[in-house]
């Protein structure tokens, strides 16, 4: 079901990255608070690193968590999110 890995960093307005904290990731990955069924094959296993299904679309992944860690105040106005395969 998980069968592919992911890297989240946050990416400042100098260019530097860091890993997201896997509370943030859990926090965005609970379905009750998304709301969206096609995120539900995910699974945070540690500090930047996300496991999920095939089902999960990366296309609207990285967006979908960009603007919930801004909702949540995680990601500072001039930051990015970068959410990549590995």
């Given amino acids: 079901m998980f069968a592919r890995k992911l890297q989240v960093e946050s990416v400042t307005k100098d260019g530097e990255m860091r890993p997201c904290p896997i509370a943030w990731i859990d926090n965005f990955a609970m379905r009750n608070f998304t709301n969206d069924a096609v995120f539900d094959d995910t699974l945070p296993i540690a500090d930047g ?31 990015t999110l970068r959410v990549r395969e590995v």
Avoid: H, T
């Fill in 49 to 79: 690193l996300l496991e999920v299904g095939y089902r999960v679309p990366l296309d609207r992944l990285q967006p979908a968590m960009e603007d919930w860690f801004r909702r949540k105040g995680y990601l500072k106005a001039d930051d």
